[in-house]
């Protein structure tokens, strides 16, 4: 019989029990089935299309390398009744509520009241996962208390679990002197990175501030362009969490990085129009396989709400999902880009959609009131149903007199809505 000492017989229990734990661990990482999809979405402020396809920027390189890249857009429709500012909060809150200013309310940097009654992601998520835990990393405040709406009442109630926010306000750690922005992005991007590698929230949003900031500084310059390649290094530093929590865990990360406005020509520094290049943005993701209407369109800022939706596997409120702006890139999509337009003389309205997958039928319903606005359901009237492939319909309003519509299209992979107001009908 062999005898061991104290010392050995410990060094002996404390094997066996880091061997027990590293088996557990392995067996739970290697479990066979469902993965625990995760999200990650980040907004890097003010940057052009343009600038980004030309400045150096190898992380975000290596993610497109292994999903997608896109121009894409937001403002609203230009001219009509969803027009939204090329701002900041607002380009936010795009993505955060997947709707335009007309439903949301935010259409400047004070976002003084925002409609809640429009569920943003992190409401929507926690709305089906109570117990799970979502995240924000921001210089801003206001992202988390104002945008999110973090235990106001009229936002849901619902608490952000994780947050690493307001250092904009943080003048004692911060002080405002050049070059400060550019320490607040490290350090969010520093405690983004951590936290996804240790917490790793099933939702989180990443905020960084420092391009935009050079932006309305120096215009379209060697300081902006500098500023992108210190950003890109900021977000290689999430990645690199998101990729650790691949390998190491059952997870299935999408992620998503946009920018909230372009730039004003002729110089770059002034944004908040509708020129072609402030509403003209990108998407990056790391999703591989996207739809072809990513692939073939421009897709706008509000679809990435319903993507991200559709990765979490969230169930959406038919009420809410009849008010999304936007069509998922992630999955099978039956239409998009819908057009509506009302012909006084006949009583009728000309609907017509783009067909991306031909199987079934669009349900169109008309809704004559704006009561969802107000924290209601509207009462919809199921008018007809036609084919996909068909493309386009026409409904009269002969018994539905009214100034204002809401008109719904319904097809087996998602829907669509467009409004016609007062000022459409003659």
């Not at 750690?173 to 929230?201: C, M, W």
């Not at 290094?233 to 390998?247: D, H, I, K, L, S």
Request: net charge negative.
């Amino acid at each position: 019989m062999i005898k061991l000492s104290s010392c050995s017989k410990l060094a002996l229990i404390i094997y066996l029990f880091l061997l027990i734990s590293c088996e557990k661990k392995i067996a739970q990482h290697a479990a066979p089935g469902h993965t625990e999809p995760k999200a990650l979405f980040i907004v890097m402020d003010g940057i052009s299309a343009d600038v980004l396809e030309s400045v150096e920027t190898p992380n975000i390189d290596r993610i497109i390398e292994e999903g997608s890249y896109s121009r894409a857009w937001l403002g609203g429709e230009f001219g009509g009744y969803s027009e939204s500012p090329t701002v900041s909060a607002v380009g936010y809150n795009h993505v955060l509520a997947g709707v335009w200013s007309n439903k949301h309310n935010v259409y400047n940097n004070d976002i003084e009241a925002p409609n809640y009654n429009y569920w943003n992601i992190f409401r929507l998520f926690k709305n089906n996962n109570p117990e799970k835990k979502v995240a924000i990393y921001s210089s801003w405040l206001d992202n988390r208390t104002k945008l999110v709406g973090d235990e106001l009442s009229e936002a849901g109630g619902f608490s952000v679990d994780i947050h690493y926010d307001g250092f904009d306000t943080d003048t004692l750690s911060f002080p405002h002197e050049p070059g400060y922005v550019q320490k607040i992005d490290d350090h969010v991007s520093t405690l983004a990175a951590q936290s996804i590698r240790n917490d790793a929230p099933y939702l989180s949003w990443v905020y960084l501030w420092y391009t935009d900031d050079t932006g309305h500084n120096y215009g379209d310059s060697e300081e902006y362009f500098e500023s992108i390649r210190v950003a890109d290094e900021q977000v290689g530093r999430v990645w690199e969490a998101v990729e650790y929590r691949e390998e190491n865990f059952n997870e299935d990360w999408l992620v998503v990085i946009t920018t909230d406005h372009g730039r004003r020509l002729p110089d770059g520094r002034g944004h908040g129009g509708h020129s072609e290049r402030e509403r003209t943005t990108w998407i990056v993701t790391n999703l591989v396989d996207v739809n072809s209407y990513f692939e073939e369109t421009k897709p706008a800022a509000v679809d990435i709400y319903p993507t991200i939706s559709r990765h979490l596997e969230l169930e959406i409120p038919q009420s809410l999902q009849w008010e999304l702006d936007g069509v998922p890139f992630k999955g099978e999509v039956s239409i998009s880009d819908p057009e509506v337009s009302y012909n006084p003389s006949t009583q009728t309205i000309d609907v017509k959609w783009v067909t991306w997958d031909e199987a079934g039928d669009v349900e169109i319903w008309l809704a004559m009131t704006n009561e969802f606005k107000m924290g209601t359901d509207d009462e919809y009237q199921f008018i007809t149903k036609v084919p996909v492939l068909a493309g386009e319909a026409t409904i009269s309003t002969e018994n539905y007199s009214s100034d204002f519509y809401k008109i719904v299209l319904d097809a087996p992979h998602n829907s669509l809505n467009r409004w016609i107001v007062e000022t459409d009908i003659p």
